[in-house]
């Protein structure tokens, strides 16, 4: 390798000369102690001396208020600072000399010719700030949270109980895994976690995993530079992660995401990092959530979930109960859909009969709360009146789910049915408050030792 000097002997020195002396830049050179070695002929219109003379003097006795000296004193380069030439103002970059570690010198040189063109780029960069602004507006507006905390209604120990965890969820940036079978509800908590999250201001990005044929997942989760493959976008892809960024992705039905991708995924996790088919590794912040109606843990077991990545999206887990163990919030669930779909449907049904009621309340549910919600829609648009009544609710949910005539012919009694029910529902209790005993008892409203005893009876 050349050292310094060797290269500084390869340029000419009248060029050198051009880079120190040019119209378009202004250049002080000083020494030690503050005495002009260098000062360029652009300076020639506003100093009392000529160029030429300046040399050697000090430099306070040419240009009265100038600084570069300080600059010495202090060893530190002061970029940015504005100085005032004949009433104009003009930015400024000081930079001291150093030999051995010790300052020689210093040298000062007006960073444009006038603040007019500075004022040009602030402008330019404003009104690209303002651009940027509404393209992120914009788009905050297509991937925005569509509920809150408020929309999810019950006052059953268990929902309230999901309803806590999920609102500490929503203080903290860690990943949460909501589970639950269909139509409980998991999409909405996504949406109300992130909308109570300090990133409700940005992008909440919804990715359902089960619906992007295989082939195609990994493009759409972290995107592609162009010309990556034959049949690419011209300008390649923005994938989803990216458009989360600063805000939430959302990964709905994790568990149909296919083997290969879910090492990728862990690899993102671990390092919040993406890489675009065909670039550069690039760090993202965004915060995860994910939600599956299928048991992972069972799937752990046939090898089609991976463990790690189980573990690492397990850190909060919401499980959302089936609305079969949540009844008594079944009539504030039904009065709150009258009167969420009264407001778009020109009908004036307002209540539903206590017969009517009883059916729903004897259904199993297996649709969830999705399906009370389609149900009662149903139901209001048979509806000629203001009440709702059992001749506009589908036939067949008239036999409630418990009597189940098999069951009673095979001779079970009412007392076996009662005890099949109630292993159901402490079983599925366990599960949502994460196997924890106190919690359990105490959504379920009995005491522990109740609950203990219980277990022991069913042989949990
Ligand atoms: N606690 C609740 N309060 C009010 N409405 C609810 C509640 N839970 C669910 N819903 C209603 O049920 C519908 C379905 O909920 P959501 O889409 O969140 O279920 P999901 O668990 O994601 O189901 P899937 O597994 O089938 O995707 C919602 O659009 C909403 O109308
Ligand atoms: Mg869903």
């Known amino acids: 390798m050349k050292n310094e000097n060797e290269i500084i002997d390869q340029i000419p020195r009248d060029i050198l000369f051009q880079v120190l002396d040019n119209p378009y830049e202004s250049m002080i050179i000083v020494n030690k102690e ?14 009392s001396v000529s160029p030429e003379e300046a040399i050697g003097k000090h430099l306070t006795e040419v240009i009265p208020k100038g600084q570069l ?28 000399l150093k030999m051995n570690g010790e300052v020689i010198g210093a040298y000062g040189k007006l960073m444009f010719w006038h603040t007019d063109k500075l004022g040009e780029l602030y402008k330019k960069i ?36 999901a309803k806590e965890i999920a609102l500490q969820a929503a203080l903290t940036d860690s990943p949460v895994l909501i589970t639950g079978e269909s ?40 995107g592609y530079e162009p ?5 690419a976008l011209k300008n390649g892809k923005i994938g989803k992660f990216e458009l989360a960024e600063t805000g939430t992705i959302f990964l709905d039905e994790i568990g149909d995401m296919p083997l290969n991708m879910q090492v990728k995924l862990m690899r993102v996790l671990q390092e919040k990092e993406i890489e675009k088919l065909g670039g550069k590794p690039k760090r993202i912040d965004f915060r995860l959530i994910a939600a599956t109606n299928r048991n992972l843990e069972e799937m752990m077991e046939k090898k089609t979930f991976r463990h790690d990545l189980y573990y690492r999206l397990n850190v909060v887990n919401i499980c959302l109960p089936p609305l079969r163990i949540m009844k008594e919030d079944l009539p504030v669930l039904v009065n709150h859909f009258i009167k969420e779909i009264r407001q778009v ?55 409630p789910s418990w009597v189940r005539l098999a069951d009673t012919a095979s001779g079970i009694t009412l007392r076996g049915q009662m005890e099949k029910a109630e292993k159901a529902i402490i079983k599925e209790t366990l599960k949502i408050a994460g196997q924890n005993r106190s919690k359990a008892s105490k959504i379920l409203g009995i005491h522990r030792t109740g609950l203990y005893q219980k277990m022991k009876k069913y042989g949990m």
């Open 183 to 222: 139509g409980t509800g998991k999409e909405m908590y996504a949406h109300s976690i992130h909308r109570a999250s300090k990133r409700r201001d940005n992008p909440f990005v919804s990715v359902n995993c089960s619906s992007i044929p295989k082939e195609l997942v990994e493009s759409e989760l972290f």
């Open 227 to 231: 010309g990556t493959f034959t049949g």
């Open 34 to 47: 503050g005495r002009i070695l260098f000062i360029s002929k652009s300076y020639e219109d506003f100093i």
């Open 69 to 96: 000296h300080t600059v010495v004193e202090s060893g530190r380069a002061k970029i940015g600072a504005t100085f005032t030439v004949e009433g104009q103002p003009r930015v400024i970059a000081r930079i001291p």
């Open 126 to 161: 404003k009104s690209l700030q303002g651009e940027i602004k509404l393209f992120k507006d914009t788009l905050n507006q297509i991937y925005k949270s569509n509920y809150g905390f408020e929309n999810i209604i019950g006052n059953s120990p268990l929902i309230q109980h």
């Open 345 to 399: 449907m020109p009908k004036d049904v307002r209540s539903i009969s206590q017969e009517s009621m009883g059916v729903l309340i004897g259904h199993s549910w297996p649709g969830n709360i999705r399906e009370l919600r389609n149900l009662i829609e149903g139901a209001m648009i048979r509806c000629k009146d203001t009440q709702i009544e059992i001749d506009h609710l589908p036939p067949g949910l008239g036999n």
